[in-house]
């Protein structure tokens, strides 16, 4: 005998069979992080402008510099996610892509470090920890705290103006402030800006524009999806990073990209103890780790050098190499002062030394300046004003053999990380110094520690 159910009933049966169907075979991908952060975007783009126009032209020219997006990934949800909570602009999370290109282990000319770029001094005003293990202006969640801190700071100081507290982060406030008084209004627009903050700010305009129309430009961004890319894991005391990585399953260089803060081999010996580890391998380390004693995690000791010490009689105490000492510590030659902290590998590493990884405690050689061309300006005039090869700024900039310039385009020129020296002459501010060399009042001060601002007088050598 067959039997037919109410209507009602197999109205909702179907419904559920649909349902389970339907979650079986359909897959819902996560939104891009680019159509995510386009929602959170609050400012206006001014891109109408003409610097802003310029700075369009420029991206769009130049898709190699957008695909460098592609290194926001570990990043990017978690500095979205901090300023979403603070309510402020989304286009705040692009600055780190003008400031380092979300490299956290960048580091310019005069000091700044980290994604966000952070000078030693503004770190320290913001509570970031800088010592002989961790500076905290490279850690990814302390360095984007005192960021968008400082950031909100700016937007207060310059009454509610994120143009102006943008050229403020790039030039500092006092600067920009003097600009301000001096010139009797508040259009950015208009102030004599360093180039550096005349390039600075349309750029983040711009690039603000590009992604949230990405289609209208044929600009195809990086696939990044909009999920938490690690998670912060208690780890209850110092360990040496390459083991931490081998506990979480990952490589010693994906390790130090969560957490580049650190200038050792390990985490601080003091607390807080804790880690960011990638979010699918998360659990894995916690379990892995909790079955290694606190005593096994650290794979070296620290030796404090004695009167008499050398390298040779400190290697055959503690039955390791020299060559084995100064890769691990980064020695250049066999003469190390009294006083010098040196790290000991202890016996597994008798043979194969953990990874050396330069650029995660050595600053580079060169940083990267950009310049702006003005009026009557060829590769060979620029080539010869900072003293650069016509070929070197063509592969600097991906331009080709017949590539000509325009009014008002930004170069990539990289400078040498070296300090040179200005002899003051009548007349002089820091003010006036900080413009013809480029840079700032806070960046000159912070390399003269000595340095008044009322006290400049003719002949003085100060360092830009």
Do not use: C
């Not at 903050?197 to 690039?207: G, I, S």
């Not at 603000?208 to 990086?222: F, K, R, S, V």
């Not at 001060?445 to 830009?464: E, K, M, S």
Request: charged fraction near 15%; avoid cysteine.
């Amino acid at each position: 005998m067959i039997v037919f159910k109410k209507p009602r009933q197999i109205h909702y049966i179907g419904r559920l069979f649909f349902f389970l169907f339907s979650s079986a075979v359909f897959s819902y991908p996560s939104p891009s992080v680019w159509v995510v952060l386009s929602q959170q975007f609050s400012l206006d783009h001014e891109s109408n402008r003409p610097e802003v126009q310029a700075q369009i032209r420029w991206l769009i020219q130049h898709p190699r510099y957008i695909q460098q997006l592609t290194r926001s990934e570990p990043y990017m949800y978690h500095i979205m996610t901090e300023i979403k909570k603070r309510h402020l602009p989304g286009e705040l999370a692009l600055l780190p892509m003008i400031e380092s290109a979300y490299n956290p282990f960048a580091y310019s000319g005069a000091g700044a470090a980290g994604l966000w770029q952070l000078m030693p001094g503004t770190g320290s005003d913001f509570g970031l920890k800088q010592d002989w293990w961790y500076d905290a202006r490279r850690s990814i969640p302390s360095s984007t705290g005192a960021a968008l801190d400082y950031l909100e700071y700016l937007h207060r100081f310059f009454h509610g103006n994120w143009i102006l507290a943008f050229a403020a982060y790039d030039a500092g406030e006092g600067a920009i402030a003097r600009m301000i008084k001096e010139n009797h209004h508040t259009n950015f627009w208009s102030l004599p800006v360093p180039k550096e903050t005349r390039a600075y700010v349309p750029r983040l305009l711009a690039l603000a524009e590009i992604i949230q129309n990405a289609q209208n430009y044929y600009i195809q961004l990086p696939p990044i999806p909009h999920v938490p890319y690690f998670e912060e894991v208690a780890i209850g005391s110092q360990i040496d990073l390459n083991h931490a990585a081998q506990l979480a399953g990952i490589s010693y260089q994906d390790l130090l990209k969560l957490n580049p803060g650190y200038n050792r081999w390990a985490t601080a010996p003091n607390q807080p103890y804790k880690l960011l580890i990638p979010a699918a391998h998360a659990a894995s380390f916690s379990r892995n780790l909790a079955h290694v004693p606190k005593n096994k995690r650290v794979s070296w000791t620290r030796y404090r050098v004695n009167a008499g010490d050398s390298l040779n009689s400190i290697a055959a105490r503690h039955h390791t190499t020299v060559n084995m000492i100064k890769e691990l510590n980064q020695l250049k030659s066999n003469i190390i002062p009294t006083g010098q902290f040196v790290l000991i590998p202890n016996h597994q590493y008798a043979t194969t030394p953990p990874p050396v990884t330069h650029s995660h405690f050595s600053k580079p050689k060169a940083y990267k300046t950009i310049y702006i061309i003005d009026n009557k300006e060829d590769f060979e005039s620029i080539s010869k004003r900072l003293n650069v090869t016509v070929e070197q700024i063509k592969v600097w900039n991906n331009l080709g053999e017949q590539a000509e310039l325009q009014l008002g385009q930004s170069l990539i020129i990289w400078r040498a990380a070296q300090n040179a020296s200005y002899t003051v002459k009548n007349g002089d501010s820091l003010t006036r110094i900080a413009l013809a060399y480029h840079t700032n009042v806070q960046k000159l001060l912070y390399l003269n520690p000595n340095l008044r601002r009322t006290q400049l007088r003719a002949g003085q050598v100060i360092r830009v």
